[in-house]
């Protein structure tokens, strides 16, 4: 347009002047079809953008959360932001260990997640052979299996072991009356009680232990051939599981287990589903290595306990009331947008993980990954903290450092 005019909007009223020297940094390396360069919009002395590095990743998580526990800021005040959501537990984990609230902005809480959930109500059944609603919530994942079926199952085991689910699984008591006589109806004669007690020989086709094919719960007419592999998928974790005490070998029994392998393929295969009904294989498969990947980070934590029963109250207890309401926010750097905080940590900041090298390779960019590193980094109005972690023991990775780090001057290429 002839005599058209720019105006730019480039007065930054959120952070200090040391931030912003950063960001401009970092973002010139974008080519600009219009110059652009903030300039400071707030007077006064602020602590200027460190770095912290770790040798592990866990130890970056853990360390974070300790500053926040004494730093001076109100921990709503307080954000920590991430490229990738699979930071955001070993986060989550570490501010709940310290007993820091958390708000996450644009995701599921590591604690109230389903397979996280579905590991706890396994668990729960263990430390709790009482406890009818894991055994409920479990059985939710077993095809043809609802919530009054598993009711049932759960008293005819609960009969069986006098009480107590587990023994009811591992060592049932043959000469209890696992079912209700039920009153003759002599309009029906003979064939009246066929309604609740089967045979047994369907279940021959599967490879069942010897023990196991002669429980009485596989008598149920109502449990389906699906049902009974689950629940000897669930006798097999209990009969392994017996053995341990701690915690870490618990989590690692379950992460060997088909019970849970059951499970995980059956959340994986619903989040993979497409509106049309078909079962996209590449996202399944993604989304089997997150559940493996929480999973990983709960067997971190069991580390930090030697009682079973404490780390199950840990991850159980008031889940709700500490990733809700107040507290630190955690926040993807999209979720970040708009947003502005007094203290703010940019975690992870390793090559490939920020820039996500994997996001750029399915159609994005550098300079997108420039970009929303600037936005990160431009949430800070006081003070920002930029950290990252040498190694991950997990997916047993070597990092360096990112090259925003680089140019910025704050980190230089292998160290």
Do not use: W
Request: with cysteine; hydrophobic share 40%.
């Amino acid at each position: 347009f002839a005599d058209a005019k720019i105006y730019a909007l480039n007065i930054n009223y959120r952070s200090s002047s040391a931030i912003l020297a950063l960001a401009n940094k970092v973002i010139a390396n974008n080519p600009r079809l219009y110059e652009k360069k903030l300039v400071v919009g707030r007077e006064g002395k602020f602590n200027s953008p460190k770095l912290l590095v770790y040798n592990e990743l866990f130890d970056q998580y853990s360390n974070i959360a300790q500053i926040i526990a004494v730093s001076k800021y109100k921990k709503e005040n307080i954000a920590i932001i991430f490229r990738n959501n699979s930071s955001a537990d070993g986060l989550e984990v570490a501010l709940r260990e310290l007993g820091i609230g958390s708000k996450r902005k644009g995701g599921v809480s590591f604690f109230e997640s389903r397979e996280v959930r579905a590991a706890m109500d396994l668990l729960g059944i263990l430390i709790n052979p009482k406890d009818i609603m894991a055994f409920i919530h479990v059985c939710e994942y077993a095809k043809g299996v609802g919530a009054a079926l598993s009711k049932e199952i759960f008293e005819v085991l609960s009969k069986v072991g006098h009480g107590d689910v587990v023994r009811g699984f591992l060592q049932p008591d043959d000469s209890v009356e696992a079912f209700a006589k039920k009153t003759k109806n002599y309009q029906l004669g003979l064939f009246d009680e066929l309604d609740e007690v089967g045979e047994k020989s369907r279940f021959a086709k599967f490879n069942f232990s010897e023990k196991f094919f002669a429980h009485p719960v596989l008598k149920m007419q109502k449990l389906s051939e699906s049902g009974g592999q689950f629940l000897y998928e669930i006798y097999n974790f209990l009969n392994a599981a017996k053995r341990h005490s701690r915690p870490t070998s618990l989590i690692e029994d379950l992460k060997n287990s088909k019970i849970y392998a059951l499970i995980a393929d059956n959340l994986a295969t619903k989040r993979a589903t497409q509106k049309n009904g078909n079962v996209d294989e590449t996202l399944k498969k993604e989304a089997l290595e997150r559940i493996a990947g929480k999973l990983e980070v709960l067997g971190e934590l069991a580390k930090n306990y030697s009682e079973t029963e404490k780390f199950y109250n840990f991850i159980t207890l008031g889940s709700s009331e500490m990733s809700s309401g107040e507290g630190v926010n955690l926040l993807s750097v999209h979720a970040s947008k708009g947003l502005e905080f007094d203290l703010v940590f940019v975690v992870d900041l390793a090559q490939n993980r920020f820039p996500n090298l994997k996001l750029m390779s399915m159609g994005g960019s550098l300079e997108e990954e420039r970009r929303l590193f600037y936005v990160a980094v431009t949430r800070a109005r006081d003070e920002l903290i930029l950290s990252y972690a040498k190694y991950d023991k997990i997916k047993k990775i070597n990092y360096q450092p990112s090259q925003f780090l680089i140019e910025a001057g704050m980190a230089s290429a292998g160290i």
